[in-house]
Nanobody, 126 residues
């Protein structure tokens, strides 16, 4: 499975960006997909996840109400719509996928994912 993340960039605080993660190859191995982020000097943290079979979704508390994860199964693509961006959202954002239908609590753990994309930089200026 190959994951291609795109859509990052520089935006002012309060602005919006939409990230995309396109899966190719063995796309049946992408039943759970997630977005994680890593800021300089910080550990990678969970942002949002979706279970593609039934669209079960989970968000980190820090992004609830501002970010929306969605998927287009026909395109094998998952999106992360990010609104009301804050300076603390600045990070490299990674998409991840796994062939297992993880429970909501498990999908928040980066160790639950077998496949990772290359990351896309999001910079929010204050």
């Amino acid at each position: 499975v190959q994951l291609q993340a795109s859509g990052g960039g520089l935006v002012q605080a309060g602005g919006s960006l939409r990230l995309s993660c396109a899966a190719s190859g063995r796309t049946f191995s992408t039943l759970t997909m997630g977005w994680f982020r890593q800021a300089p000097g910080e550990e990678r943290e969970f942002v949002a996840g979706i279970r593609r079979s039934d669209s079960q979704i989970s968000y980190a508390e820090s992004v609830k109400g501002r970010f929306t994860i969605s998927g287009d199964n026909a395109k094998n693509t998952v999106y992360l719509q990010m609104n009301s961006l804050k300076a603390e959202d600045t990070a490299v954002y990674y998409c991840a996928a796994d062939p297992r239908r993880w429970a909501i609590g498990v999908m928040m753990n980066s160790a639950a994912y077998d496949y990772w994309g290359q990351g896309t930089q999001v910079t929010v200026s204050s």
